[in-house]
């Protein structure tokens, strides 16, 4: 048994590449469930809605999962809300957020009867409410309150400090619950934030939960009674040697601040669900060592798995079947004409061509980032569930990949 690859084994990765080619996504149903039971069971007894992070994979069989397990679902665009429906989700249990709604993507979310409107600026509240008195609706919101905190994580994936874009200035947010009090087709039922990804210490979520609590204890006095209070997602997982905290214990941390408040509690997570369960699974294509550095060229590249490339992240890439060799330090790269094609640098493997690799922890922002990028056709996807292996997509046909493009006439 090779342990570096759990919760895969050898002989199913071997035949999933026999079978759907590579490069491919495989996913852990039982992981994700246990993912979602670590959360779902952390809270039990406590009024709580876990809405899953669409963006860190939407692929429909995860989102079917998710819905049968009575998650929600956190979702940033129209797409993603098809997506939900698509798969079986509730829109009541739907938290719309986002910088950039669009009118038509307000005006969908209401039809469907969203849970919540997480709004992010002054404007977008004016516009929630002409939409919805349009539709003779009353839209439930929360405001996204930026609590001005250090996530301590990779800056392109910080968003809760005052520099960022997101969220409403923590300053500006009992002027504006104000003013959404008087907006006849609103109806105020929540606060959020969301402070960052990939966070690894409990502390900036505790920082955010005291800023965004006394918040809530100054709206409650002025007669502004809130049902929920969404503290987004953010939790990390381990890819290498990060020790992110027990979900329990990020669970309990919370718990404690929040008191004997009667707030529902809302979580976004997206990489804590799914990061751990999936990998993407590679063959290496030739080996090409050198004088300055040794380069393995496998089938997978920056546009099936984009972390590497755009935040320098570190993914394991573990040999499906070590090989009995002297390790040699390679640079795992793709095929795509860049330098910065690489998912791993400085990796001790023994290897040879025609070897398959797992890419490890690729099961949040990997398909859910992958491009066409060098028109390379998207990988397939597949799920082990009770020891079977189910495809939920296939590769992407090459064709598919100008199917709406016209030429120009003659
Ligand atoms: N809620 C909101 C409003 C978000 O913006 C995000 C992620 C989440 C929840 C879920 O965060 P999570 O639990 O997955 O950390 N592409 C980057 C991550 C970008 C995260 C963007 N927002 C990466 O590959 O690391």
């Given at each position: 048994m090779n342990a570096a690859l759990l919760p895969f084994d050898a002989a199913t990765l071997v035949m999933i590449a026999d079978q759907y080619g590579t490069p491919c996504y495989v996913y852990d149903a039982e992981t994700l469930a246990r993912n979602y039971r670590a959360f779902d069971d952390a809270l039990h007894g406590k009024p709580h809605q876990i809405c899953y992070a669409v963006k860190a994979n939407p692929s429909l069989a995860i989102l079917q999962l998710f819905a049968g397990f009575g998650a929600g679902f956190d979702i940033v665009s129209m797409g993603e809300l098809q997506r939900v429906l698509a798969a079986g989700g509730k829109a009541s249990q739907i938290v719309f957020s986002g910088v950039g709604k669009r009118e038509d993507e307000i005006v969908f979310a209401l039809q469907q009867g969203i849970g919540c409107f997480n709004v992010e600026s002054e404007p977008e509240l004016y516009r929630i409410n002409r939409l919805a008195a349009d539709l003779g609706l009353r839209a439930p919101i929360s405001l996204r309150v930026n609590p001005d905190v250090d996530a301590g994580t990779h800056p392109y994936i910080s968003t809760g400090l005052k520099e960022n874009?997101?969220?409403?200035?923590?300053?500006?947010?009992?002027?504006?619950?104000?003013?959404?009090?008087?907006?006849?087709?609103?109806?105020?039922?929540?606060?959020?934030?969301?402070?960052?990804?990939?966070?690894?210490?409990?502390?900036?979520?505790?920082?955010?939960?005291?800023?965004?609590?006394?918040?809530?204890?100054?709206?409650?006095?002025?007669?502004?009674?809130?049902?929920?209070?969404?503290?987004?997602?953010?939790?990390?997982?381990?890819?290498?040697?990060?020790?992110?905290?027990?979900?329990?214990?990020?669970?309990?941390?919370?718990?404690?601040?929040?008191?004997?408040?009667?707030?529902?509690?809302?979580?976004?997570?997206?990489?804590?669900?799914?990061?751990?369960?999936?990998?993407?699974?590679?063959?290496?294509?030739?080996?090409?060592?050198?004088?300055?550095?040794?380069?393995?060229?496998?089938?997978?590249?920056?546009?099936?798995?984009?972390?590497?490339?755009?935040?320098e992240a570190w993914h394991a890439?573990?040999?499906?079947?070590?090989?009995?060799?002297?390790?040699?330090?390679?640079?795992?790269?793709?095929?795509?004409?860049?330098?910065?094609?690489?998912?791993?640098?400085?990796?001790q493997l023994a290897l040879a061509e025609?070897?398959?690799?797992?890419?490890?922890?690729?099961?949040?922002?990997?398909?859910?980032?992958?491009?066409?990028?060098?028109?390379?056709?998207?990988?397939?996807?597949?799920?082990?569930?009770?020891?079977?292996?189910?495809?939920?997509?296939?590769?992407?046909?090459?064709?598919?990949?100008?199917?709406?493009?016209?030429?120009?006439?003659?």
């Amino acid at each position: 048994m090779n342990a570096a690859l759990l919760p895969f084994d050898a002989a199913t990765l071997v035949m999933i590449a026999d079978q759907y080619g590579t490069p491919c996504y495989v996913y852990d149903a039982e992981t994700l469930a246990r993912n979602y039971r670590a959360f779902d069971d952390a809270l039990h007894g406590k009024p709580h809605q876990i809405c899953y992070a669409v963006k860190a994979n939407p692929s429909l069989a995860i989102l079917q999962l998710f819905a049968g397990f009575g998650a929600g679902f956190d979702i940033v665009s129209m797409g993603e809300l098809q997506r939900v429906l698509a798969a079986g989700g509730k829109a009541s249990q739907i938290v719309f957020s986002g910088v950039g709604k669009r009118e038509d993507e307000i005006v969908f979310a209401l039809q469907q009867g969203i849970g919540c409107f997480n709004v992010e600026s002054e404007p977008e509240l004016y516009r929630i409410n002409r939409l919805a008195a349009d539709l003779g609706l009353r839209a439930p919101i929360s405001l996204r309150v930026n609590p001005d905190v250090d996530a301590g994580t990779h800056p392109y994936i910080s968003t809760g400090l005052k520099e960022n874009k997101f969220g409403i200035p923590h300053e500006d947010a009992l002027r504006l619950y104000r003013l959404a009090a008087s907006l006849p087709s609103l109806e105020t039922i929540g606060i959020d934030c969301h402070i960052g990804s990939q966070l690894t210490e409990i502390t900036p979520f505790v920082d955010a939960l005291d800023r965004i609590l006394r918040l809530v204890d100054a709206l409650a006095d002025e007669g502004i009674v809130l049902r929920h209070l969404d503290l987004g997602g953010g939790l990390g997982i381990r890819y290498h040697e990060e020790t992110p905290p027990p979900v329990v214990n990020y669970v309990a941390a919370i718990q404690q601040k929040l008191g004997q408040r009667s707030l529902t509690l809302l979580l976004e997570p997206g990489r804590a669900l799914v990061g751990n369960a999936g990998i993407l699974l590679t063959r290496v294509e030739y080996l090409k060592p050198g004088l300055e550095k040794n380069f393995a060229i496998v089938d997978a590249a920056m546009n099936d798995l984009m972390r590497p490339a755009l935040y320098e992240a570190w993914h394991a890439i573990v040999p499906v079947h070590p090989r009995d060799a002297v390790p040699v330090v390679w640079q795992v790269v793709g095929p795509v004409c860049e330098t910065g094609d690489f998912l791993g640098h400085d990796r001790q493997l023994a290897l040879a061509e025609g070897d398959l690799l797992a890419i490890k922890s690729a099961g949040a922002y990997g398909m859910s980032m992958s491009s066409n990028y060098n028109s390379r056709p998207r990988a397939a996807e597949v799920m082990l569930r009770d020891g079977e292996v189910v495809p939920i997509r296939q590769r992407e046909q090459i064709h598919a990949l100008w199917r709406d493009e016209r030429l120009l006439p003659d």
